[in-house]
């Protein structure tokens, strides 16, 4: 499918790859009985409020708070049904972290109007104190499905999962994290227990698709994308899980061009997506269904945080 250049970097400043997920035909893209979904997505931001440097390195003058609002603006001014989500390490990496111990991130974030995020490893740097000191800042919730936080001063503050109803499409999103020990400081989570990731996102994608009757199942994964050993990953999860449509990666600071769609063992496929880290970039995937939720078909592009015209200057001849 080709689509014009200039008007896709004026709708969202980035580029763009086709993936089909069902017999959907692309001339229904526009049909009236198709729905849209715009989902927009950020992983391992780290304290980066501002954008990198100009001095020369790879990532100069990428990312920033100020262009990221910017970007996710103009895409909400565009679309219907946005969700802007993120998968977690949202602390840590500069000298705001340390000044403000996470407040301004979590102020910013409600700011641009985030919908949901999980907990990576660095959200507990500061300990479980310092965490809620900072969720009545939050204007969206945590989602950890597999921290049991009820012997903790977290117990009630996280959720497991929430729905999203968009135009009649039903959107879960549960959220997963890493496992703590020996990567985390013992004195930073205490009695926080780690549940079994893939036996929670079993748990928790069953219960959204079957009892909740959500048409598209979303984890917000800070296990990292894949590992030379039998860790588990959002590769693992995505193979070995059912009725996940979509993993939203984060951990290893990945950078993908593309998602990854990955046969699940249902036999039905699950996309993993993950866009590196520091805001560099803004993830987004676009899903269109038709009104009986019968097949679907999706878009997908990276979007560099920064001006349309840099973006315009490496677009692929």
Same mark, same amino acid.
């Given at each position: 499918?080709?689509?014009?250049?200039?008007?896709?970097?004026?709708?969202?400043?980035? =580029?763009? !790859?086709?993936?089909?997920? =069902?017999?959907?035909?692309? =001339?229904?893209? !526009?049909?009236?009985?198709?729905?849209?979904?715009?989902?927009?997505?950020?992983?391992?931001?780290?304290?980066?409020?501002?954008?990198?440097?100009?001095?020369?390195?790879?990532?100069?003058?990428?990312?920033?708070?100020?262009?990221? !609002?910017?970007?996710?603006?103009?895409?909400?001014?565009?679309?219907?049904?946005?969700?802007?989500?993120?998968? +977690?390490?949202?602390?840590?990496?500069?000298?705001?972290?340390?000044?403000?111990?996470?407040?301004?991130?979590?102020?910013?974030?409600?700011?641009?109007?985030?919908?949901?995020?999980?907990?990576?490893?660095?959200?507990?740097?500061?300990?479980?104190?310092? &965490?809620?000191?900072?969720?009545?800042? !939050?204007?969206?919730?945590?989602?950890?499905? $597999?921290?049991?936080?009820?012997?903790?001063?977290?117990?009630?503050?996280?959720?497991?999962?929430?729905? &999203?109803?968009?135009?009649?499409?039903?959107? +879960?999103?549960?959220?997963?994290?890493?496992?703590?020990?020996?990567?985390?400081?013992?004195?930073?989570?205490?009695?926080?227990?780690?549940?079994?990731?893939?036996?929670?996102?079993?748990?928790?994608?069953?219960?959204?698709?079957?009892?909740?009757?959500?048409?598209?199942?979303?984890?917000?994964?800070?296990?990292?994308?894949?590992?030379?050993? =039998?860790?588990?990953?959002?590769?693992?999860?995505?193979?070995?899980?059912?009725?996940?449509?979509? #993993?939203?990666?984060?951990?290893?600071?990945?950078?993908?061009?593309?998602?990854?769609?990955?046969? $699940?063992?249902?036999?039905?496929?699950?996309?993993? $997506?993950? #866009?590196?880290?520091?805001?560099?970039?803004?993830?987004?995937?676009?899903?269109?269904?038709?009104?009986?939720?019968?097949?679907?078909?999706?878009?997908?592009? #990276?979007?560099? #945080?920064?001006?349309?015209?840099?973006?315009?200057?490496?677009?692929?001849?």
């Amino acid at each position: 499918m080709k689509t014009n250049r200039r008007e896709f970097l004026k709708l969202s400043a980035g =580029s763009v !790859a086709l993936a089909g997920l =069902s017999s959907l035909p692309l =001339s229904a893209l !526009a049909h009236p009985d198709t729905l849209k979904l715009t989902i927009l997505h950020t992983n391992d931001v780290h304290s980066r409020i501002d954008p990198f440097p100009m001095d020369g390195s790879r990532n100069q003058g990428l990312g920033g708070v100020a262009k990221r !609002a910017a970007l996710i603006n103009s895409i909400r001014q565009q679309e219907q049904n946005v969700l802007l989500l993120d998968a +977690g390490d949202v602390f840590q990496g500069t000298p705001y972290f340390n000044m403000f111990g996470g407040e301004l991130e979590i102020k910013m974030m409600s700011e641009m109007g985030y919908d949901a995020c999980t907990m990576g490893n660095h959200d507990f740097d500061n300990g479980l104190q310092g &965490f809620l000191k900072q969720l009545p800042h !939050a204007n969206f919730p945590f989602l950890c499905s $597999n921290y049991d936080f009820k012997d903790t001063i977290l117990a009630g503050k996280t959720r497991p999962y929430k729905i &999203f109803k968009k135009s009649g499409i039903r959107i +879960g999103v549960f959220g997963l994290g890493i496992e703590l020990e020996g990567l985390v400081d013992k004195k930073n989570y205490l009695e926080t227990q780690y549940l079994d990731p893939l036996q929670k996102a079993t748990e928790m994608a069953s219960l959204l698709k079957f009892d909740h009757q959500c048409d598209l199942v979303i984890c917000l994964s800070h296990l990292g994308f894949k590992y030379g050993d =039998s860790k588990v990953s959002d590769l693992v999860l995505a193979k070995e899980s059912k009725y996940i449509d979509l #993993v939203i990666g984060g951990h290893t600071h990945t950078f993908l061009k593309d998602p990854v769609d990955v046969l $699940n063992a249902d036999g039905n496929i699950t996309t993993v $997506n993950q #866009v590196g880290f520091a805001g560099i970039n803004l993830g987004r995937i676009d899903y269109y269904f038709d009104r009986h939720k019968k097949s679907q078909t999706r878009l997908s592009a #990276v979007l560099p #945080v920064g001006s349309v015209q840099e973006v315009e200057d490496n677009w692929p001849s």
